[in-house]
């Protein structure tokens, strides 16, 4: 149970930084969790909510700064949500990722430890974020429509005009969104914008949870056009996205070292940073050293992100993925990159897969990349695939340290080698990467 409390100041000395971005103190005996306060700073602060094991509360002001402290480069930071880092450093903000992956290794995964850490892999700090869900919220108060990420710690949309973190031409678009949906007559029938950017297009899809009079779509129409952008509205599920008036261009990205194009829709999961994903899938293909006669499986496989680069190789590969329709796409992708010795399998990788045929061939090497939940279900068909090598990699490190640790201790792996990529930078989102092999 947790309570508000009163907002008196007091001074705490910030030891550490919590997964979600806030400094650590310890004080009256609890864990006190300070927004806004970095390692290595005295602060003083007040507690805004109490519970029986910690306190939460926020900075009122520096007393000593940390040296990793920076100014943050958004006028939004500190109110909207999208990001928690900003006021620290870039390079701190790696060694603070591969702080809590170290952790979670030997936490979580039975204190297994790399042989090596492997050197962090970042890119361009503004500018990379290529998918984004955006809330939309008319504010009677205000009189106008916001859109927005929700503000820190709270399910309020944070009333900003831009965003430096959006990849362009959608980092200029928050505002105009935001206008788009205050002049339509369901303005308040419109909980959320999906933004996906391509590299060679950019499209909407707006949630409408009514259908859109003449007049709504004729300022639909205009928006498309002013800003060089593609509409769609989508009125139930997934299966409800619709292009406004069937107008569209596949949005595609590249991985140039490997000459490939893909093809996606608005709504697809892809890696939402596209430098990151570029060296991502180098240094997955790097560790995994797949040969020209080796048969590799890709679980997790999507729309083929890594499948197509390892089948580059001349490796034979086979893709699983739960999702019917990336696994149709991913098949297009192969066709239309002329990839062959690949094939793909629809399955539930959450489930049972140990009497499925393509679960009971042999491997050389296994790749995976799992949702957040991780992959410990298709662990055993991994471990009796007599896979020489895995890669693994996380959007989670717990889930990860979890994984590898069972692979260590209970199938006779050896963690070689582990690090962490910048995927969201200014986030405390962790993607990382591990290579386990055994003889």
Same mark, same amino acid.
């Given at each position: 149970?947790?309570?508000?409390?009163?907002?008196?100041?007091?001074? $705490?000395?910030?030891?550490?930084?919590?997964?979600?971005?806030?400094?650590?103190?310890?004080?009256?005996?609890?864990?006190?969790? $300070?927004?806004?306060?970095?390692?290595?700073?005295?602060?003083? +602060?007040?507690?805004?909510?109490?519970?029986?094991?910690?306190?939460?509360?926020?900075?009122?002001?520096?007393?000593? !700064?940390?040296?990793?402290?920076?100014? *943050?480069?958004?006028?939004?930071?500190?109110?909207?949500?999208?990001?928690?880092?900003?006021?620290?450093?870039?390079?701190?903000?790696?060694?603070?990722?591969?702080?809590?992956?170290?952790?979670?290794?030997?936490?979580?995964?039975?204190?297994?430890?790399?042989?090596?850490?492997?050197?962090?892999?970042?890119?361009?700090?503004?500018?990379?974020?290529?998918?984004?869900?955006?809330?939309?919220?008319?504010?009677?108060?205000?009189?106008?429509?916001?859109?927005?990420?929700?503000?820190?710690?709270?399910?309020?949309? +944070?009333?900003?005009?831009? @965003?430096?973190?959006?990849?362009? &031409?959608?980092?200029?678009?928050?505002?105009?969104?935001?206008?788009?949906?205050?002049?339509?007559?369901?303005?308040?029938?419109? &909980?959320?914008?999906?933004?996906?950017?391509?590299?060679?297009?950019?499209?909407?899809?707006?949630?409408?949870?009514?259908?859109?009079?003449?007049?709504?779509?004729?300022?639909? /129409?205009?928006?498309?056009?002013?800003?060089? $952008?593609?509409?769609?509205?989508?009125?139930?599920?997934?299966?409800?996205?619709?292009?406004?008036?069937?107008?569209?261009? *596949?949005?595609?990205?590249?991985?140039?070292?490997?000459?490939?194009?893909?093809?996606?829709? &608005?709504?697809?999961?892809?890696?939402?940073?596209?430098?990151?994903?570029?060296?991502?899938?180098?240094?997955?293909?790097?560790?995994?050293?797949?040969?020209?006669?080796?048969?590799?499986?890709?679980?997790? @496989?999507?729309?083929?992100?890594?499948?197509?680069?390892?089948? /580059?190789?001349?490796?034979?590969?086979?893709?699983?993925?739960?999702?019917?329709?990336?696994?149709?796409?991913?098949?297009?992708?192969?066709?239309?990159?002329?990839?062959?010795?690949?094939?793909?399998?629809?399955?539930?990788?959450? +489930?049972? @897969?140990?009497?499925?045929?393509?679960?009971?061939?042999?491997?050389?090497?296994?790749?995976?990349?799992?949702?957040?939940?991780?992959?410990?279900?298709?662990?055993?068909?991994?471990?009796?695939?007599?896979?020489?090598? $895995?890669?693994?990699? !996380? @959007?989670?490190?717990?889930?990860?340290?979890?994984?590898?640790?069972?692979?260590?201790?209970?199938?006779?792996?050896?963690?070689?080698?582990?690090?962490?990529?910048?995927?969201? &930078?200014?986030?405390?989102?962790?993607?990382?990467?591990?290579?386990?092999?055994?003889?």
């Amino acid at each position: 149970m947790s309570r508000r409390t009163e907002r008196v100041p007091e001074r $705490v000395e910030i030891v550490d930084l919590t997964h979600d971005g806030r400094g650590v103190a310890k004080t009256q005996g609890k864990t006190f969790f $300070v927004d806004g306060a970095l390692p290595g700073e005295t602060v003083d +602060a007040v507690r805004v909510r109490r519970k029986r094991n910690y306190d939460e509360g926020r900075v009122i002001s520096l007393v000593v !700064s940390a040296a990793d402290r920076v100014k *943050p480069m958004c006028p939004h930071f500190g109110v909207c949500g999208g990001c928690s880092l900003q006021h620290l450093a870039g390079e701190a903000q790696l060694r603070a990722k591969q702080k809590t992956l170290q952790e979670n290794l030997r936490r979580i995964g039975n204190n297994v430890e790399p042989i090596r850490f492997l050197e962090p892999i970042s890119g361009p700090p503004t500018g990379y974020r290529r998918r984004a869900r955006l809330g939309v919220r008319f504010v009677k108060g205000k009189g106008r429509v916001l859109a927005g990420f929700r503000e820190r710690f709270s399910s309020f949309v +944070a009333d900003i005009e831009s @965003c430096p973190v959006l990849a362009g &031409p959608a980092d200029a678009l928050v505002k105009p969104i935001a206008e788009l949906i205050g002049a339509l007559s369901l303005r308040q029938r419109v &909980p959320q914008v999906e933004i996906s950017v391509g590299d060679n297009r950019t499209a909407l899809v707006f949630r409408v949870l009514d259908d859109p009079t003449d007049a709504d779509l004729d300022e639909f /129409r205009r928006f498309r056009e002013q800003h060089d $952008v593609d509409v769609y509205l989508q009125r139930g599920g997934l299966d409800t996205v619709e292009a406004l008036d069937g107008l569209s261009t *596949p949005l595609e990205y590249t991985l140039p070292g490997f000459e490939l194009t893909f093809r996606f829709l &608005p709504t697809d999961f892809i890696q939402v940073n596209a430098d990151i994903n570029r060296q991502m899938v180098s240094k997955a293909i790097e560790l995994l050293s797949p040969g020209s006669d080796d048969n590799v499986l890709d679980l997790f @496989c999507g729309l083929g992100n890594f499948t197509l680069p390892i089948a /580059r190789s001349g490796a034979v590969v086979v893709g699983i993925e739960g999702d019917e329709t990336l696994v149709e796409r991913a098949r297009k992708n192969a066709a239309g990159n002329a990839v062959g010795g690949v094939e793909f399998h629809v399955a539930n990788l959450f +489930a049972d @897969c140990e009497d499925l045929e393509w679960a009971n061939r042999k491997y050389d090497a296994v790749l995976l990349d799992p949702p957040r939940a991780g992959a410990r279900e298709i662990l055993p068909v991994i471990a009796r695939s007599e896979a020489r090598r $895995v890669v693994y990699v !996380s @959007c989670n490190p717990g889930t990860l340290a979890r994984d590898v640790g069972i692979l260590v201790d209970q199938y006779g792996f050896q963690l070689e080698g582990a690090g962490v990529m910048d995927m969201f &930078p200014h986030t405390a989102h962790i993607e990382s990467i591990a290579l386990l092999t055994r003889h």
